[in-house]
């Protein structure tokens, strides 16, 4: 059972065992953006890595491109995001804050920080992009935009990924990167900051393929997500309705996650149709079509986008994970990550410190780590408490060694979800281990 407050659990667990930290927390944090410690990265780059597996290295037709972050600053008119990357902002009279109009309390038309009622500006539009200067002159020709999207790095590499790898529409191109949103509201964690991590692809197709293409990768994106072992009924589609559906979006699914907080976008599925290449050939000048090898048709692509944000996968995966449990009488705190996603794989354990297990210990730390297998050496404490300390980070096997290892080799290993305990050979644990990871 896990109580309301999750998200607090999840802060402090975060935080207490380094999944994640506040950023530039000794000068008092920013709520905005946040830093990952040594098993939250782990977390991130096995994310990471998956999405790419499946996206790039499992498929014949996508293929992987890493833009830059600082594009030139035409690329985001021709997108649209100079006009209308905006969110609708009021000020308080008051105490000077500004909100988002959609903000439930804002909307009653009290401050949420001041409490004053009714004493907001009329709302103002305010462009989300975070901008800088591109050399040493600060002035207005040298503006540049960090990318709010890893989209359009895409969409400005599109004939030379084609054509370096002569793929053929239908394809696709991916990418994982950093975006930046100056958020009214940022908040929730992880959910919403200002720099987060975008795992995109973008798949171009013959103006008419779009609808079945888009439903395949619908499709496919909640396949991949169940596989990551989310619980289904914590997933759901919903549909854009016209007033929410972007600019450049003819259609438009979010996967959405029941959230402590309520059920929240954490991937988007767009059908951006030739929107974002029509737009870049009118601004850039440069020919943006596809030349069809048999038929010698040329067109402009229509794209279905599959746009999932990383950190908010993580905040997603962390809260499926967190369980309460009672043991024997004691709370016990597990994190049900899946082995793939966990961000050490295995400890190991001597039952005491002396009569050769920890020698044998170490010899076992030394092969797990020349497999490439993340693991943790723990000697210290009651094993009671060792095990416990690696429910609460998702280790899904505690490998121990006692007396009976130092007779005939077998360790026990002790699965963190179902408590069992099974004895293998101390030979055969990386294989154990290994056969169990995909
Ligand atoms: P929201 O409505 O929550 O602001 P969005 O519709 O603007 O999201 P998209 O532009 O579709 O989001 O971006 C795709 C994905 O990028 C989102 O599903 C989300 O996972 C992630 N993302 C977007 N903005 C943020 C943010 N400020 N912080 C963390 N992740 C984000």
């Not at 794989?345 to 410190?353: E, R």
């Not at 000697?379 to 095990?387: D, F, L, T, V």
């Not at 007779?407 to 290994?434: A, K, P």
Request: aromatic residues 10%.
């Amino acid at each position: 059972m896990v109580t309301a407050d999750l998200m607090e659990k999840l802060v402090s667990l975060a935080k207490r065992r380094g999944y994640v930290f506040q950023s530039s927390e000794i000068y008092g944090g920013t709520g905005s953006v946040w830093d990952y410690g040594s098993l939250g990265v782990e977390l991130k780059r096995n994310v990471k890595e998956l999405w790419w597996s499946s996206m790039v290295h499992q498929r014949e037709d996508v293929e992987g491109v890493d833009a830059s972050i600082l594009m030139h600053p035409r690329v985001w008119e021709a997108s649209g995001h100079v006009e209308s990357f905006t969110d609708p902002l009021v000020e308080c009279t008051n105490c000077h804050r500004r909100f988002r109009v959609d903000l439930p309390k804002v909307r009653d038309g009290q401050c949420p920080v001041c409490g004053t009622k009714e004493a907001f500006t009329e709302p103002r539009l305010f462009n989300l992009m975070f901008k800088t200067f591109m050399g040493p002159v600060e002035d207005s020709s040298a503006t540049v935009y960090l990318r709010p999207e890893t989209a359009q790095g895409i969409f400005v590499n599109f004939l030379n990924i084609q054509g370096t790898t002569r793929q053929k529409v239908p394809f696709g191109i991916a990418q994982i990167g950093k975006a930046f949103r100056n958020e009214i509201t940022p908040g929730n964690f992880i959910f919403r900051t200002r720099e987060f991590e975008q795992a995109e692809m973008q798949f171009f197709v013959k103006p008419g393929d779009d609808e079945h293409v888009f439903e395949e990768w619908k499709d496919l994106r909640m396949q991949w997500h169940l596989g990551l072992g989310i619980r289904p009924e914590k997933l759901r589609f919903h549909e854009h309705g016209a007033d929410e559906l972007a600019h450049y979006c003819k259609k438009a699914f979010d996967i959405e996650y029941e959230f402590p907080f309520g059920w929240k976008e954490f991937e988007g599925i767009h059908n951006r149709t030739d929107y974002d290449l029509a737009r870049h050939q009118e601004y850039s000048g440069k020919r943006l079509e596809y030349i069809d090898p048999a038929s010698n048709e040329r067109y402009i692509p229509y794209v279905v986008e599959t746009s999932m944000g990383v950190d908010r996968t993580l905040l997603v995966l962390l809260a499926d994970a967190y369980r309460e449990e009672e043991v024997d009488g004691e709370k016990r705190v597990l994190l049900a990550l899946k082995p793939k996603l966990a961000p050490l794989k295995a400890a190991v354990f001597p039952l005491v410190k002396k009569d050769g297990m920890p020698e044998i210990a170490m010899k076992m730390m030394g092969d797990l780590r020349s497999s490439g297998i993340p693991s943790f050496y723990d000697q210290s404490g009651a094993i009671g408490r060792r095990y416990r300390r690696q429910d609460e980070i998702g280790t899904p096997w505690c490998i121990t060694v006692d007396g009976q290892s130092t007779e005939d080799g077998t360790v026990t290993v002790r699965d963190r979800d179902s408590l069992e305990q099974e004895r293998v050979g101390g030979d055969q644990v990386v294989n154990w281990i290994t056969d169990r990871l995909s």
